[in-house]
T-cell receptor, first 114, second 113 residues
Framework: DAGVTQSPTHLIKTRGQQVTLRCSPI?????VSWYQQVLGQGPQFIFQYYEKEERGRGNFPDRFSARQFPNYSSELNVNALLLGDSALYLCASSYRAPGRTEAFFGQGTRLTVV | GESVGLHLPTLSVQEGDNSIINCAYSNSASDYFIWYKQESGKGPQFIID?????DKRQGQRVTVLLNKTVKHLSLQIAATQPGDSAVYFCAETAQGGSEKLVFGKGTKLTVNP
């Protein structure tokens, strides 16, 4: 079975540009969460979606947005990129809401803003 | 606020030894805890979880201990192997609150052959 898949794996963008990151959860999983991991730190929660509804939002500016599609895949959008947005963006999926069952992570998308 | 932290940022052990990685959490409402292993360039890999109604749970070569009195979590790895070298994170979440995982900064485990 395929695990959580994220695309693209690597991305280089210029300051001020917009980026869209994609995530496909494990088949049967209805919850998708997004995390930002800066080098040397633990992942920081950005968004959580369950059954296509936003269920949680972390302390990130409005430049960050996300959505979940009917097939439970998800996109994370970041507008007006800043150098500080450079990080590994991780997607996690779980069968139910995180905390009620195991959450499995994808390999991440390495975003570099120059 | 809620936070999860780790006592030691690095841990170096000899192959075959047992490893113990510690984690402190501050949110007394946390009721579910997960240990993740993250190798360089990869996403976190689920190792083992434990709920607050338990104080110990065992997996294959790994054991997680939970002490709710002092809000402490530990991961024990038996017969540590070079392939165990990675950064280990504990994460916690609280039922009824924001359904997010709160991660600590991680402990880098190095296994020397």
């Amino acid at each position: 079975d395929a695990g959580v898949t994220q695309s693209p794996t690597h991305l280089i963008k210029t300051r001020g540009q917009q980026v869209t990151l994609r995530c496909s959860p494990i088949s049967g999983h209805k919850s998708v969460s997004w995390y930002q991991q800066v080098l040397g730190q633990g992942p920081q929660f950005i968004f959580q979606y369950y059954e296509k509804e936003e269920r949680g939002r972390g302390n990130f500016p409005d430049r960050f947005s996300a959505r979940q599609f009917p097939n439970y895949s998800s996109e994370l959008n970041v507008n007006a990129l800043l150098l500080g947005d450079s990080a590994l963006y991780l997607c996690a999926s779980s069968y139910r809401a995180p905390g009620r069952t195991e959450a499995f992570f994808g390999q991440g998308t390495r975003l570099t803003v120059v | 606020g809620e936070s999860v932290g780790l006592h030691l940022p690095t841990l170096s052990v000899q192959e075959g030894d047992n490893s113990i990685i510690n984690c402190a959490y501050s949110n007394s409402a946390s009721d579910y805890f997960i240990w993740y292993k993250q190798e360089s360039g990869k996403g976190p890999q689920f190792i083992i979880d434990i709920r607050s109604n338990m104080d110990k749970r065992q997996g294959q070569r790994v054991t997680v201990l939970l002490n709710k009195t002092v809000k402490h979590l530990s991961l024990q790895i038996a017969a540590t192997q070079p392939g165990d070298s990675a950064v280990y994170f504990c994460a916690e979440t609280a039922q009824g609150g924001s359904e997010k995982l709160v991660f600590g900064k991680g402990t880098k485990l190095t296994v020397n052959p």
